[in-house]
């Protein structure tokens, strides 16, 4: 019913930037929380940013000061900025979103399909 479609992922030097993109497309009635995951080489996947359908921000302290998320309700869209990429930002950098949904009524968490960043020392 609801599909997350990613872009923005690719290859820069440390000090670089790249923008993320992530759109719900589908049968989708309100996009509540959404935000960006990423999976790291030898550690847990881990959230990175999440904003409120408010407007309301949450970083991850290994980020903060470096990436801006930001959102656009009326295209179900959220976007994260990434400046001074560092070699540890290196990863699959994963949307997710919470859809509220008509028929049935229900409220279902979706992932995009992932998008590759690697930073170069």
């Known amino acids: 019913q609801v599909q997350l479609v990613e872009s923005g992922g690719g290859l820069v030097q440390a000090g670089g930037a790249l923008r993320l993109s992530c759109a719900a497309v589908g049968r989708v009635f309100l996009a509540n929380d959404m935000g960006w995951y990423r999976q790291s080489p030898g550690k847990q996947r881990e959230m990175v940013a999440i904003?409120?359908?408010?407007?309301?921000?949450n970083y991850a302290d290994s980020i903060k000061g470096r990436f801006t998320i930001s959102r656009d309700n009326a295209k179900n869209t959220v976007w994260l900025q990434m400046n001074s990429l560092m070699p540890d930002d290196t990863g699959i950098y994963y949307c997710?979103?919470?859809?509220?949904?008509?028929?049935?009524?229900?409220?279902?968490?979706?992932w995009g399909q992932g998008t590759q960043v690697t930073v170069s020392s």
């Open positions: 904003i409120t359908a408010g407007g309301v921000a």
């Open positions: 997710n979103a919470e859809v509220s949904e008509l028929r049935p009524l229900q409220r279902r968490h979706y």
